[in-house]
C-alpha cells in the first residue's frame, strides 16, 4: 500500500472539475496481471486515522456517493494513493468501441503516459469538451501552485481570529 499523503491544492482543483462529469471509468493496473474498472463519479476523501501516529492524515480517491460518509469509516470503494507521486496529468483522445469511451485523463509520475498510475477513460459530451477547454491537451502540473482552497482556508483563519479576539 501506498504511504499515507493528502492531495496539493492543484490537485484538488483538478478533481474538483472531473467530480462533476458523468459517465466516466476509472482504470488501475499492476503490470499485466491486473486491472480495475470503476464506472461512476469520483471524488477526493481526506480520512484521518485517529489510531495512527505516524501519517495520520491521507486523501483518498473513492466513488462518489449520495450519502455522506460517516468520518469513522471508509468509502465502500477507494484508492489508496501517493500524492506525491502523481505529478502530471493529460486528456487525450482514446476511442475505446467495447466500453464506448472517446478519452483518457491519465495521472503519471512524469510527463510520460508510461509512468502512468491511475486513469479515467471518458465519453464524449459537453463536460468533456468544458472539462478540456479549462484545462488544455498539454501536460498539466499537479504540483504547480494553486490559489484553489485559498478561500477556505483564508474564511477559517478568519473565523478563528474572530473567535480569539472575542475572547481577549
Not at 70 to 77: G, Q
Amino acid at each position: 500500500m501506498p504511504k499515507r499523503t493528502t492531495a496539493h491544492n492543484r490537485q484538488r482543483e483538478l478533481f474538483a472539475d472531473l467530480a462533476n462529469m458523468q459517465g466516466i471509468v476509472l482504470t488501475a493496473k499492476s503490470g499485466d496481471s491486473v486491472s480495475m474498472n470503476i464506472h461512476g463519479a469520483f471524488e477526493l476523501f481526506d480520512k484521518h486515522w485517529y489510531t495512527e501516529d505516524h501519517l495520520p492524515r491521507e486523501t483518498m480517491l473513492a466513488l462518489k456517493t449520495d450519502t455522506p460518509t460517516p468520518p469513522t469509516s471508509e468509502p465502500a470503494v477507494h484508492f489508496h494513493v501517493d500524492w506525491n507521486e502523481v505529478k502530471w496529468a493529460r486528456i487525450q483522445p482514446r476511442r475505446l468501441k467495447l466500453i464506448n469511451m472517446d478519452y483518457e485523463i491519465v495521472f503519471c509520475s512524469e510527463k510520460h503516459a508510461s509512468t502512468r498510475i491511475f486513469w479515467f477513460y471518458l465519453p464524449e459530451g459537453l463536460d468533456v469538451q468544458l472539462f478540456r477547454a479549462k484545462w488544455g491537451e498539454d501536460w498539466i502540473n499537479l504540483l504547480q501552485e494553486s490559489n484553489y482552497g485559498l478561500e477556505i482556508n483564508n474564511f477559517e483563519n478568519i473565523q478563528i481570529e474572530k473567535q480569539f479576539s472575542e475572547i481577549f
